[in-house]
């Protein structure tokens, strides 16, 4: 019974509005709405306003919760003080995880659970976090981190604050792009995590550290690092090829394919594949885009991987993407993070709508009725 609920893989914990993924047809909705249709036509914002509120954004709607967002973008002064105290050579994973933590101290009302209040709560965390994972590339190459714009967009102003100049309209594009692709997914791992440090009667803060400390794992998250560094390895090796048959043959993983539910592609890869293939195109690093092709087919060649039903799944070309567009390959999941909080928050929003303490039980196969063994008499 145990093995069967391994990984509590197939088990259906909650009803949720927010997002199917549909593994054996590879469609993903954010409620709804098809990410094939709002992975190419909406703004990030559109999709965090349709997330909180359950509906596409009328205009006025959405300028509104775009100047709230402006609004909170400024981070505390005891984070910005905080953050230049870190060692420089810290994840930058670890080092958000820690500023999120640490914003839930400053929160007078952190412990507040109110709709409105979460709510609030939401926004803020959305419109900080880019503000924090920019400041932290600054600070840790030794320089100073840039306040945030009052107008645009995140995407846009995430790489003005990273690289204190206006990003051209495609880096803009491809960031907005990235950000609505990975917004929400069902309940992966680092949501479920979020919704159960909330669902304690926790609070907003504690529950998005738990989720950044969930994403930063190799095997979630952290895979988009993982198959750049993967890409970086097998092009330096001089043989693609070659360096794919040792590494599967030392019984290595391939990092950015495989995915607990998908068992067919991955739909925000036919969002983002296109994306980078377009963006290596018209780089001077063209070859990128070969590298992760060349080794996409000789998975697709390889036994183990069709008779596993093993696909690319999103952190495998949007890895191209976020190397695209500039981004340092240890921050990519921040990128992830940047965009998933909006997920989080929503599932929290929904966990607060209808809560219920989340505790599973496991089937205990330990040892029983030992006799107790005074200290002195023991092996
Ligand atoms: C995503 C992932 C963790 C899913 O894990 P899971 O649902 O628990 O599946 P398992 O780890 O049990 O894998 C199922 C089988 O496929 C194999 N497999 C899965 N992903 C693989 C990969 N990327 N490379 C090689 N083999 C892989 C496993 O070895 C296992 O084989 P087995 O049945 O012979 O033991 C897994 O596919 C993986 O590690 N992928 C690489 C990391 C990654 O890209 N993560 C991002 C996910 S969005």
Same mark, same amino acid.
């Given at each position: ?48 306003? /349709? /997330? ?16 709230? #967002? ?8 005891? &984070? ?20 999120? !933590? ?20 939401? *926004? ?54 990235? /950000? ?9 791992? !680092? ?53 794919? *048959? ?14 607990? &539910?998908? *068992? ?13 293939? *377009?963006?290596?195109? !018209? ?35 949007? !890895?191209? &993407? #976020?190397?695209?567009?500039? #981004? ?44 107790? &063994? ?6």
């Amino acid at each position: 019974m145990a093995d069967k609920a391994q990984g509590l893989a197939g088990v259906v914990v909650a009803d949720t509005t927010l997002s199917r993924v549909d593994g054996v047809n590879g469609e993903l909705i954010y409620r709804g709405y098809d990410i094939l249709d709002l992975g190419v036509k909406a703004w990030f914002e559109e999709v965090v306003y /349709l /997330l909180w509120y359950g509906k596409l954004p009328n205009q006025t709607e959405l300028d509104a919760l775009k100047a709230e #967002l402006a609004e909170m973008r400024a981070m505390p002064q005891v &984070v910005a003080d905080m953050l230049k105290t870190l060692p420089h050579n810290a994840h930058p994973m670890a080092v958000l995880r820690t500023a999120v !933590s640490a914003l839930g101290t400053v929160d007078e009302n952190a412990d507040e659970l109110t709709r409105e209040n979460l709510l609030r709560q939401s *926004k803020s965390l959305t419109a900080v976090i880019p503000t924090i994972v920019a400041a932290w590339e600054r600070i840790r190459t030794g320089k100073e981190p840039i306040a945030p714009r009052e107008g645009g967009s995140i995407a846009g102003n995430f790489l003005y604050m990273l690289n204190g100049e206006d990003p051209d309209e495609a880096a803009e594009a491809a960031m907005d792009a990235y /950000l609505v692709c990975l917004a929400d997914h069902g309940f992966n791992a !680092s949501t479920f995590s979020a919704r159960v440090t909330f669902a304690t009667i926790s609070d907003m803060y504690s529950a998005i550290t738990s989720g950044i400390g969930t994403l930063k794992g190799d095997a979630h998250g952290r895979a988009n690092q993982r198959a750049m560094e993967q890409f970086v390895e097998a092009y330096e090796s001089g043989d693609v090829e070659k360096w794919y *048959k040792a590494h599967r043959a030392a019984g290595n993983r391939i990092m950015g394919i495989g995915h607990r &539910v998908y *068992k067919a592609t991955d739909p925000r890869g036919k969002v983002l594949g296109p994306l980078a293939k *377009k963006m290596s195109a !018209s780089s001077s690093e063209s070859h990128w885009f070969g590298v992760a092709e060349t080794i996409e087919n000789l998975a697709a060649q390889d036994d183990y991987f069709v008779e596993r039903n093993l696909y690319p799944n999103v952190d495998y070309y949007s !890895s191209i &993407v #976020l190397y695209m567009i500039g #981004l340092p390959i240890d921050q990519f999941t921040c990128a992830f993070a940047m965009s998933r909080v909006s997920g989080w928050t929503a599932h929290i929003l929904e966990q607060f709508e209808n809560n219920r303490l989340i505790r599973p039980t496991a089937a205990y196969v330990g040892e029983t009725e030992l006799a107790w &063994v005074e200290l002195d008499n023991r092996d």
